[in-house]
Every structure is written in structure tokens, then in C-alpha cells.
């Protein structure tokens, strides 16, 4: 038996199954395990290879120590065949009826690690404090260019994810547009602030932690949870206390507060599944949006969260092309399937 | 180098490369490649198996042999676990903050052939008009309950594209709301609408087929072409001439036409790329939308379609979570790669 539930912030309706599965059913399925247990030297992205990559945009180093050395922590570089580049002007032109325009903005891969081996979760608290520090970094770089109007920083971790290397690593990709998934979770959260005068994620905030039924962990400055209408089993999020939209405002505590709940709770996910695919999305507020404005509400419909997927079910052509997904585990058996890990 | 380009219904933003990639390129990775070579006498949707199914809801059979014999053309039976169900109230309910509902629908399975091992190209013009009828019927049908908002028709060939089960057959979900998917698509055909004062599809036909660049196949009744800006390399549209929101309304010189366009164009991409998994979306007005009352407008805004997908990638989480698709090989290319088959 299933009951229909509504995504409060896209209005888009999936169905989840009452009688739910256990983590079980899903390992006996033919999911991805990602492993980690070996060295590889034909890896760019390790330590000292660092000649074999385009020079370093970023990084993070040992103090002292020259860009494009060794003795670093993080470190970010443009991505090889990147589809989006930085030359040039936009060119907006029509096209008959169409429109388009020129791939302007970047793509930008973020080493989380020296190490080839070390799964993130395993990385330990300062280094994920650096890893969450350089996307703060990238975010406020990249909001300078007038040209760009969203940046979005996300991991993909296994075949499935579709990953790039193996090498611990998130991507950057800044573009000229608003992509059209973050576009419909903006306009969403725009709506119901004009109805009701308040974030719709500050609601959510609130009732979560109201309920506790879809709650992982809760500190100081977070809470993960597994929202109420996901399109996935397992999905969760993780979403700051204090109503701020943009990450790049994200304080110092916040970074140290983020590091912990992440590593907690995808080494939660990570033993439960035996490691599988996922990835996650940083859903932040659009480059240059006014926040520090006190005369108007700009900035107050939207707040930063991160979104993490594991990879479990193979989808649809339902799901695919009608977004509309079905859940074989509830919330909130799932978060209490995972808390309990 | 790739170029971004805007999909004029919904307002999503794709990046195209301009270098495009040839079919070769796809048929080197690992894509998956159905075959129907073997008979299968375990299979319950074969002729002669009809005492394994649940009984039928309708079927094109031989005239004067009764429900549940053999001597079928197409039948329709209700899917074994189904996520929606016929009986019951909506039961619309608030939870909190969020909403929910009873899981009222229709699940079914349209099996289109008696034989277990004939693709469905292959399955020869008179049968295929049989299939697109049973489709008629079942839109015809489910539209009269009063409860369901829509009915989505769709085929799954293959593990990728999530078949359930090997033998040729469709499925369709009728559920008491509009997938959000869908949604999106009418909603952005009425902004345009309303801008405009015409049909966007009418639109979309002339251009295409005013540059003939993207067109596959085009008949008196039908264009087969690869849309502006796609999700996937190699999708691509059957939209028939003549405005019409509701497939039901179908005339039955176009329902011929339609079996020849389908059946021509699903030949030539499964020779392309020898056979691959694939997905095709019957998109149709929502249930009971007013279309025959010439005092009003609506109907005006819609014009019903199909969309064909074959799976040759694999989506990155860029591509899943933002929305914004990498293509790898223009439209104008791959029109004229299936084209030339």
C-alpha cells in the first residue's frame, strides 16, 4: 500500500510505500560498492603529480610552500575538456523561434585530499574543514564575474554517480543561466514566501525538528534529515539553523558544525549500504543575489542546504520522463535506519 | 566547444557540443543491447498463458472468442503490485505542514503482442495500429473516472530503461494528480500561449519543419524530428500536423500514419545503435480537459506528442540534480545519422 505525498517546495507529488523496505532489500540488489583500498600512481590528482595538471586556481597549502608544489591540502584545477570556459562574451542570439548562447563560465575540479585512498568521510575533521572552506572560497570567487549568474558545487562518487576520477574529489560549474533544477526549487520557495511571508525552509526547519520522525542528527548549527517527499530512498539534507541563502556567508562555527554532520552522517550511510555510489549538491542562493540589503526581502525566500543521494534503485521510464517517483522505504523508516547505525 | 541552447517549452538550458559525436562514438561505450532472439515458456504475458494473468480489462481479440481465451491481438491486464489502485476515495489530507492523499489510480499493462519475440518494429503495420488503438481505448476509458487527473501511457524496453518484463508491452499510470514532469511541460505551453496567442507546438512543427534541419521523417500526417534543445543525444519527437491537445481524439488515417511513422523511425535508430534500451512517452492533455466548447480557448494551448529516448549515456549529478544536460552530439547531426539509415 502507498500514500501520495506532496514535495512542498516543488509541488511535485511521488508515492511511498507503507509496508516499507529494510536497508536489506537493497544490498541484495546489484548496487555499486565504492571502494577505496588502493594506491594508484598513474592518478593526476594525487600528491605529486602535481606537473601533470593545468597550474592550480586555488589551494589551500603548507605556509610557505609555491602554487604547483607539493604540501598541499586542497586544491582546485580547471577541468581538462571543460564544457563550459571562462574566455569570451555571452552572445545571446535568437535562432528562427530559438535561442541560445555561448558556453561561457567554469568547470573547475576541487582535490579533497593528497591521499588517493581516503574515503571523505574518513578524511578527519580539519581536512573537511579545508574541503568545505575552499567551496566557500569558490563560491565567493566566482560570484565576482558579472557574467555568472549560478554556481554549483556537487560530488559524484562511483560509476554510477558518474565520476570523474577516483581521486577524493568535488566539481564547480558556473554558468551563465540558472539551471533549470535550481530554478524550480527558487521560484517554488518564492511562491510560498509571497503566500505566507515566511522561508519555506525555515518552516520545514521547524517542523522537522517539531516531528523528530525525519530527523538523523541535530547539532548546534544543523540538522540532517530525510525530507518528507524525496524523490529517492535514503536521500537527505542537511540544512543550517540560522536563515542565511547563501553558503559563501557560511560562518566559522557553521564550517566546523557542516564538517562534523557531513562525516557523520555519510559514514552512517556509507557502513549501512557498504559503501555506495552518491552524490551531493550544494543548492545555494543565485551569484550576486542581494542579501545584504535591509530594505527589501531579497534573500529571505531562499536558504542554503545540501542535498546527498545514495544510489540504490535503478529509475523509470515513469519516473524518468513523468517525475514522479516512488519510494520503496518510508522517511521515516529510513531515518531510522540510518540514526541507528 | 559547445553552445547552450534553450528549450523553448520549458525554459531549461542545454549545452550542445558543436564537434559532434558520431553513432560510433556511443556503440564503443557500454550501452545495452535487447535482444528478442528467444522464445520464453515461463513468460505469463505469452499466448496461452492468459490463466496466469489477472483477468483482462480489455483486448483486441479474433471476433467471438470470449475474455481470457487465447487468440488475441493486444490485451490489457492489471499490473501484479501496483503502486496505484482503483479502489477507495482520495482521502486529501494535511500532515503538518505538508499534504497527502490516498494512492488512487490505475496500473496497467498493455502486452502488444501474442508473441513473446518480435521487437515491436518488426511486429508488422496492422499490428501496430492494434497497439495505438488499445492506447485510444485505455486514454478513452480512464478519462471518464472522475478522480483521475491523468493518464501517462509509456514503454520500458530494456534493463536500463527499467522493463519489467521482457516480452513487447506498454504500460499505463492514470493517477488523481498531474506528474510534475507533465505539469511543467503544460504550464510552459500556456505562458507561451498567453504571450502569444498560439499553440507553441504549432509553432515548434513550422520551424522544423521550415529548416528541414533536425526533421527524421515526415508524412502527410506526422513530423519525426530531434527537438532544439534535448535531454539525450538521439531522443527525438513524433508530432502530428493537425492541432489536437488529446491523443484520444486521434482520427484513423492518423492512427495508420502514426504506426508507419513510429514503426519506421524505431527501426532505423535500433539499426543505428543495434538495438539499445529505449523509453517512449505518450505526452497527452490532462483527463477531462475542455476541448470541445468553441467559446473558450482551452485545448488551444496543448497538442499531444511522443517522445522517444534511447539510453546511450550515463547521467552525471550535474545533469540529475541541476537539470542541465551535456549533449554530445547535435540535433542537426544526429537528425541526419538516423536519416541517412
Redesign the interface.
Known sequence: ??????D?I????V?VLKDSMPPTFYLEKNIEHVMYDAENNDCILCQGSEDKTPPEIFAIREIGTPPNASNWHTRVIPKINP??QIEGDLGRKG?????????IGANEIIIESPSHNTPPEDMGISQMIKVITTYKNRLSELEKDPRLRYT?I???CG????ELFHHPHS?V?A???I??????ELDGAKAYFYYKERCIFC??LN?EI??GERIIMETDHFIAFIP??PRFPFEYWIMPKRHNCAFQDISEEEVKDLSLVLMTTMKKMRTLFKNPSY???LHTAPNRMPRKDHWHTLGEDFHWHM?I?PYLV???????????Y?LTTSPEDAAKYIKEV
Not at 516543488?10 to 507529488?13: A, G, Q
Open positions: 500500500m502507498h500514500e501520495l505525498r506532496k512542498p516543488l509541488s511535485r507529488w508515492a564544457v563550459f535562432n528562427g523561434m530559438y535561442d541560445k548562447m555561448n558556453s554549483l556537487y560530488k559524484d560509476k554510477t554517480a558518474g566539481q560549474i554558468t551563465p543561466v539551471p533549470k533544477g535550481i530554478k524550480g518552516d520545514i517542523e517539531r516531528t518528507y517527499a552524490n551531493y549538491v542535498e543521494t535503478t529509475k523509470s521510464g515513469f519516473e524518468w520522463d513523468a517525475e514522479f516512488i
